[in-house]
């Protein structure tokens, strides 16, 4: 197959253009670098079977010819990460809802499978765990900028099933949980990456809250072989699934096993919500995954545990094999597609 992933040069993206191609297919990336890097895709260059459109999911001449010349679409292209949303509300809003209408649009002319990645976000606030894909959806008021995401997501999933429903447009529905490995940033506010690289400063690692909320982290091969995997099974279409681990662990729990590994030496430093997200942001208590519905249709089991995760951002992080993005950049053959200049393709 030969699939368009939106969103290729980010870190889930890249990770999926890695696996597609080492399954055999062809994988179309498609990314404006806002949050994503070429750094991301470096070790695939030389790769026949992957393309690279640097240009935006809002640049319709351009979408229109990638998804005519594309069997799916993968479209994660998205605002990403606490601290962006929360800066960025209206570039977050703009970015997920329109991008979506758009990408949704374009695959419904030409009736290409839509796989689409929303987050575990959309369970808001629910104090129920674990979360199964029908449960209801508790957010926030507006107010709490926090919710301008799951607002968002959840309106794209709605959209994305109305395809479904009225249209027979293929989609399928991907809730990622906290997703973590190798190339992920913290600079979007990230729990690991953040803490590995406070811990390799020597610290301290910086625990939002009182620590004692939980998250469940998936290694990104995981989720990554996961995504290949719907993309392939038609019985996936209309449907919503959870992806990730659900091993569940506190954010306290979590600082130790970094330290523990990288550095028993640094310090844990406890910071109110306030101080790092700004008034009235709320926090979820719990966040695990009910699995049943994935490991009914395709045999998903996780087989990472955050150790593994640990243990591989760690690897990563060791300097000596990391290129420099203005090196990767030269050495792609870069669709640059602006408006006077449309894809000419590959
Ligand atoms: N967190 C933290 N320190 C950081 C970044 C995040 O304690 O430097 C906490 C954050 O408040 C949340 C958890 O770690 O409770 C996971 O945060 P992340 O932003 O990775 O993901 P999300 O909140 O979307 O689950």
Redesign the pocket.
Known sequence: MRILITGGAGFIGSHLAERLLSGGHEATVLDNLSTGSLENLAHLRRSRKLHVAVDSIFHERVLAKLVDRNDAVAHLAAAV???LVVEHPVRTIETNIHGTEIVLRHAARRKRPVLFTS???VYGKSAQAPFSEDDDCVLGAPTAGRWAYATSKLIDECLALSYWREQRLPVVIVRLF?T?GPRQS?RY????P??IE?ALRGGP?????S?R?T?SFAHVDDVAGALVRLLEEKRAWGRIFNLGNDEEIT?NA??REVRRRVNPRAAVRH?P?AV??GDGFE??RR?VPDLARIRRLIGYRPRHNVEDIIDSILEHLKPKRRSQEPEARREFRIQNNSARTPYSGS
């Not at 506010?189 to 690991?192: A, F, K, Q, R, S």
């Not at 690692?205 to 809250?209: F, R």
């Open positions: 990460g606490v601290k987050s575990s976000e906290n973590s913290g506010g990230m729990v690991l953040r803490f406070q690692l910086t625990v939002y809250g620590g909320q998250r954010i979590l600082a910071i919500y790092a997200y926090d979820m966040r």
